[in-house]
């Protein structure tokens, strides 16, 4: 595995009015572009329009309708294409591709984007007009995608993580230079450059943390549990079916999809997590990773609330970990595929400043009571509080470690069944502002209840002496 792999550099010489402003929430990815001027002072911002290869990708839509149509009720299509000659199949490809031709090019034609000094807003509708307002100050994450045909056709799409949305607005498809200046422009003037010079700003300097080898990351993927079940299951539950049934279509309808499972679940991961690699700028972590569908992301800022390292137990003979992430308001979840543990929490202290990860040793288990709940899976759970986070371990083959920053605890509570009251057990349950929960599992009562009220305090202690949302400020 590559660790401190050089660095990537451009100098920030654009001019802006007054002291040089904080960095945006995330870095951006792409030097000065044409094209991307600013609206004049005092004018109506420039409406710009997406890449003209878009209405390839739209003209889709009237073909899916009639897939969806023939998937939904596949008797009456099949009856309906039986009573078709050649005479009238022409006839309706003669109608269908102009038709799919014409819908692409006016939902691309009436789709437009403008920056402001505050705001993107995105015009879309054809029959129905759409008009997003998007307040630069609530993006937390601007992502680059580019899908395997988009590569080829030198195209990129722009994703969007905004506070309070569920759903990422976008922008497909811009040149692919077009979007990454854009990217960079949006950040820009998010982070306070003045509208006139935001389009000059170039990419912050990255330096390379860690770049996850292809061999690696195989490997890791066939020492994952998952993948052995789903292919331990294709070979024994085919063989139980023949003694059963002697029923060959039988056994063949239950073997190809469990071994497809294991294969499209252990090929998709290697092709998604592909040439991972993670680099650091002022403005975040930098993440760029896909073998077909190349993606560059960025940690936001002050916004993990939660950071997972998982230890399959195949794994832990090599020392390696997977670094999950809860993000509020992002669909990041994901900071490292595979890493060797040591490296995994450099990486982690950059996420999350001054925080270490406790050890083994640190981690205190339940009561040995708390095997009449749990026999043998209790020795899995375990827990530490430190000055900075709450970190809480379950799992006995894949064990799993949360961690999260007493600043970022919504709320506490404590949980107790009937039985766990008789055994003076309980849970105690931590929820994040990303919506998840880390649960103190089979803890004893009175340590729970005193952890209950601590956590409160070092919940409201630790918001108050935050450091900002960002990066290195």
Not at 29 to 56: I, K, M, S
């Amino acid at each position: 595995m590559t660790t401190e792999v050089g660095a990537r550099t451009r100098p920030h010489d654009a001019p802006v009015a007054g002291p040089a402003p904080a960095r945006p929430v995330e870095g951006a990815v792409a030097a000065p572009a044409t094209g991307t001027a600013a609206p004049p002072p005092g004018g109506e911002p420039v409406e710009r329009r997406l890449h003209p290869v878009t209405p390839l990708r739209r003209a889709w839509a009237p073909v899916a309708v009639l897939v969806g149509w023939a998937v939904h009720d596949p008797d009456q299509a099949q009856r309906q294409l039986t009573r078709l000659t050649t005479t009238h199949l022409l006839i309706g490809l003669a109608v269908l591709i102009p038709a799919a031709a014409l819908y692409g090019f006016l939902t691309w034609w009436f789709t437009h984007y403008a920056v402001t000094d505050t705001e993107l807003r995105i015009r879309t509708g054809l029959l129905f007009r759409r008009t997003a307002h998007i307040r630069l100050e609530r993006i937390q994450a601007i992502d680059v995608t580019q899908p395997l045909l988009a590569r080829v056709a030198g195209v990129a799409k722009l994703k969007l993580d905004v506070i309070g949305t569920g759903k990422k607005d976008e922008l497909a498809f811009l040149g692919a230079d077009e979007a990454r200046a854009l990217r960079a422009e949006l950040l820009a003037r998010a982070a306070g450059f003045a509208p006139e010079t935001a389009h000059e700003v170039g990419e912050a300097p990255a330096r390379q943390l860690l770049r996850v080898p292809p061999g690696v990351l195989a490997v890791s993927l066939l020492l994952t549990g998952a993948t052995w079940g789903t292919l331990l299951a294709a070979g024994v539950v085919p063989t139980l079916l023949w003694l059963a049934t002697h029923n060959l279509w039988t056994v063949l309808a239950t073997a190809l999809p469990l071994v497809g499972a294991a294969g499209a679940s252990s090929a998709g991961r290697f092709v998604g997590e592909y040439d991972w690699t993670v680099a650091e700028s002022p403005d975040g972590l930098r993440i760029d990773h896909g073998l077909l569908d190349r993606a560059h992301e960025t940690v936001p800022p002050g916004r993990v609330q939660t950071v997972r390292l998982v230890e399959p137990l195949l794994w832990r003979r090599r020392r390696w970990v997977r670094v999950e992430l809860d993000v509020a308001g992002s669909s990041n979840s994901v900071l490292l595929p595979v890493a060797p543990r040591e490296i995994a929490e450099s990486v982690v202290a950059r996420v999350l400043p001054g925080v270490s990860v406790p050890t083994g040793p640190e981690l205190s288990r339940p009561p040995r009571r708390a095997a009449r709940c749990r026999p043998l899976w209790w020795r899995g759970h375990g827990l530490a509080v430190t000055d900075a986070v709450f970190a809480a371990r379950y799992g006995l083959l894949r064990r799993s470690l949360a961690l999260v920053p007493h600043a970022k605890v919504q709320s506490v509570r404590l949980a107790q069944g009937p039985w766990r009251r008789a055994l003076r057990l309980a849970d105690v349950h931590v929820d994040t502002g990303a919506n998840k929960t880390v649960t103190a599992r089979l803890r004893d009562a009175d340590e729970a209840a005193e952890l209950l009220r601590a956590q409160a305090e070092r919940s409201r202690t630790g918001r108050r002496d935050a450091p900002p949302d960002r990066w290195m400020a």
